[in-house]
């Protein structure tokens, strides 16, 4: 029907405002999936109990790798997490799972790091009392890699490099040079884009104040931040996707880029953290003008980067069984 107004302004107005229709439709599809079955406003299937869980416990986990870990930190997410694991156990879910025995593994580590008379030991001490018995070698807490065993997996095939590759949040002084780094992201940009667009952008903070000053925006550094060298943060430009189906495009293109990116810097011994840029809109605004992004890039994460320690504490962090996240047809 509107192909009989082709070539008149009518035709310009009439597509774009049924173009802008069709995306604003397509995210109306992605905004109530994501209300309905996120966290967001509601946590009542198992999977989203296991999701709640997992998160809280990774936070003490961390806790409990970070360089330095403050006696009794995280009270109130330990009594949060018996509180989501009590809920779980009361709604009859499997606590047979792997993750809730992660989580009374780490609860127990978490337990011999606190003063054992206060009140919130207390709590924690009557819960654990209850925990079902504990499955055998089950991944959970923080454990310590030698540098020299991670180098030693070096250049012996990707399996090796992808065991080794873990989120590092302690660094070394040793500043990182930009030809690394730069060679670092020429082999990130071996990754496949869509049509072989290239919108992903790295933007490279090295100057320490505001270095500093993006991590204080970013919600998940706190205990480490001060020890990064470098900092990226990668972006997509918008300007290279076009409709309603590739509304999601660019934090795919941009991941994928991400992950490479990190394997090529820990295969030249450069270990790195992934950082979320999980922000409402004001936090990435501010982080915009700080540095001057432009507003048609999407920001995606950031990733700090620095040379490891000679041991560094990492977080265990348990993965799924394979058989529960494949299917095959
Ligand atoms: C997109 C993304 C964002 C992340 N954000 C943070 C963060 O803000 N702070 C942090 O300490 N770890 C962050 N992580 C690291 C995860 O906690 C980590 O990848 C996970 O626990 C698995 O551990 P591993 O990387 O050592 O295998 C992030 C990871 C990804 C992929």
Not at 109 to 131: D, V
Not at 150 to 179: C, M, T, W, Y
Not at 205 to 215: A, N, T, V
């Amino acid at each position: 029907m509107l192909k009989k107004f082709k070539g008149t302004s009518i035709y310009t107005v009439l597509r774009s405002f049924y173009l802008t229709i069709k995306v604003f439709l397509n995210f109306q599809y992605d905004l109530v999936r994501y209300l309905k079955y996120s966290t967001t406003l509601n946590c009542k299937t198992q999977q989203q109990y296991l999701a709640r869980i997992i998160a809280i416990y990774h936070v003490i986990e961390k806790g409990l790798s970070m360089p330095k870990t403050r006696t009794g930190f995280g009270s109130a997410i330990a009594l949060d997490l018996i509180k989501y694991i009590e809920q779980y156990s009361k709604l009859k879910y499997d606590l047979n799972n792997k993750h809730i025995h992660s989580a009374y593994k780490i609860l127990s580590t978490y337990y011999k790091n606190l003063e054992s008379n206060s009140q919130h030991a207390f709590m924690i001490q009557s819960f654990l009392s209850k925990k079902p018995a504990e499955q055998a070698n089950i991944d959970g807490g923080c454990t310590e890699v030698k540098r020299e065993y991670i180098i030693s997996q070096l250049n012996q095939g990707f399996e090796k490099l992808a065991n080794v590759r873990h989120s590092i949040r302690n660094f070394s002084n040793k500043d990182v040079p930009l030809s690394i780094i730069k060679k670092a992201i020429t082999i990130a940009q071996r990754s496949p884009s869509v049509c072989n667009r290239q919108a992903t952008r790295v933007h490279l903070i090295q100057e320490p104040d505001i270095l500093k000053s993006i991590l204080e925006l970013q919600n998940g550094n706190r205990g480490f931040g001060h020890l990064i060298n470098k900092l990226f943060i990668i972006s997509t430009d918008i300007a290279f996707f076009d409709g309603a189906g590739e509304r999601n495009q660019s934090f795919v293109d941009a991941g994928m880029f991400a992950m490479s990116l990190i394997h090529a810097l820990l295969d030249m011994e450069i270990g790195s953290i992934p950082l979320n840029w999980a922000v409402e809109k004001s936090r990435d605004i501010q982080l915009r003008n700080l540095i001057g992004i432009p507003p048609n890039e999407n920001i995606v994460m950031l990733i700090g980067i620095g040379y490891l320690k000679e041991t560094t504490k990492i977080t265990v962090s348990l993965r799924n069984d394979l058989e529960s996240i494949l299917s095959i047809s």
